[in-house]
């Protein structure tokens, strides 16, 4: 693996979180940074760190202070 992806791991434990709960990554990791993108993609997509993740939750939020205040009326 080169080297500024071993710093990457390092300093975000997310990744470094599901890089060793997903071992099989190791190999594919030292094959070149396109396979990093592709990890780093299905990453976000397990951790629902998705722009549209972010978007749906914050949706689900206002809803829920929605339907609370409507409890209140």
Known sequence: MQLPNIIAFKENEKEYNYLKQNSYYFKDLNRGTKNYNNFIQDMKVKYKERTTDKLNN???????ISSVLDIFK
């Open 58 to 64: 914050m949706i689900d939020n206002i809803d829920m």
